[in-house]
Nanobody, 122 residues
Framework: QVQLEESGGGLVQAGGSLRLSCAAS????????MGWFRQAPGKEREFVAA????????YYADSVKGRFTISRGNAKNPVYLHMNSLRPEDTAVYYCAAGPGVASTTRRYDYWGQGTQVPVSS
C-alpha cells in the first residue's frame, strides 16, 4: 500500500519557521515529482511548491517565493518544505503529493498524504 505521511506541523508565531517532512512507504518516488499543497479553512486546496526528484527542478507559488524552499530527501523521506517568515495567511493544512511531473494542479498528482496542520498566530 502506497502511503505518504506529513509531519512537522504545529503552532508557530508570525515570522517564525517550520520544516515539514513527507515520509513515503509502499514504493519509491525517485522518478516522480513531489509537491506541497495547502488548504485553508473554507478555501480550495492550492499549490505551494513542487520539485522534480530526478532533476531537482523546483517551482513555487508566487505567494511563497523567497520564503519557502522545497528540497529533496531520500527514498523514505523524499521531500521537505522549509518555511521561513511565516505569516498568518499561511495558516492551512499542508499536504505532500507525488505525481509524474512538476505541476501546480491537484489533478496532476496521484498520491496524497493526510495533511499536517500549520496554524500561524499573529
Amino acid at each position: 500500500q502506497v502511503q505518504l505521511e506529513e509531519s512537522g506541523g504545529g503552532l508557530v508565531q508570525a515570522g517564525g519557521s517550520l520544516r515539514l517532512s513527507c515520509a513515503a512507504s509502499g514504493r519509491t518516488f525517485s522518478g516522480y515529482a513531489m509537491g506541497w499543497f495547502r488548504q485553508a479553512p473554507g478555501k480550495e486546496r492550492e499549490f505551494v511548491a513542487a520539485i522534480s526528484w530526478s532533476t531537482g527542478y523546483t517551482y513555487y507559488a508566487d505567494s511563497v517565493k523567497g520564503r519557502f524552499t522545497i528540497s529533496r530527501g531520500n527514498a523514505k523521506n523524499p521531500v521537505y518544505l522549509h518555511m521561513n517568515s511565516l505569516r498568518p495567511e499561511d495558516t492551512a493544512v499542508y499536504y505532500c503529493a507525488a505525481g509524474p511531473g512538476v505541476a501546480s494542479t491537484t489533478r496532476r498528482y496521484d498520491y496524497w498524504g493526510q495533511g499536517t496542520q500549520v496554524p500561524v498566530s499573529s
